[in-house]
């Protein structure tokens, strides 16, 4: 098939450009090499789906899993590993033959336990909230994905005053032929309520070495799902 489009822009000397000029016509040979194959070469209908390869535009990894998944505190940081037999948060691996579009989606909600014990909860609907000297500290939790060691989405911190939340992410990333591994991971940390979401301490048990109070509250994750589409060039 030929090509049949000229140049979109012409250049002489002494001219200013700007990138979406020189783009244009770099189109024009990206599109030459894939042989005008547009909506101009075909007749309104031509095509169905009989006459296109199954996966050939679009391919999928897919993770869903709907049993509990308990953050351990034991892996601080980043994780995406649980304390439990229910394996990584959600991750998803697989070998591509082609450049693609990676659009990446995942989705969870979580529960953090219920402190019944707590002399400031009122009707149960603040018993999380741990308060200490004259402001109150509490335990955050944010998560992330990740696609062939690069972050490609994070969340913001969302603290466990709310007992019960939920999330979506949703990312897009060109990667090259070859293997791909896309995972969700997850960090809780403490926060001052001083300074809300900006003073960060250590994941873990403790504020200082003299804390009588531990943070670890137990959050639980549910309703894990890790969509992965791979958009064919």
Known sequence: MCAWRYKQEWFEDGDVTRPEDWL?????????LNGYLDSDNFRELS????????KAFNSFLTYGEFMPW????????????????????????????????????FGCRWSWERDFSSSYNVNNEFGDRIHRNWHHVHTCVRFRLVANNTVVAESGWSSNTMVDSSLHLTAAIPLPAGSVVVRAE??????????PFTDFYSVGHKVSESDQVDYDRGLTVYDRELIVNIRKR
Request: charged share 20%; aromatic share 8%; no cysteine.
């Open 47 to 54: 095509l169905g789906m009989e006459h296109v390869k199954q």
């Open 24 to 32: 244009d016509n770099v189109s024009e040979i990206a599109n030459e």
């Open 186 to 195: 997850m960090q809780v940390a403490v926060a001052s309520g001083m300074a």
């Open 70 to 105: 308990d953050f351990d505190y034991n892996f601080p940081g980043w994780t995406a590993r649980s304390n439990s037999e229910s394996g990584d948060l959600a991750t998803v691996k697989g070998e591509v033959a082609n450049d693609a579009l990676y659009i990446i989606e």
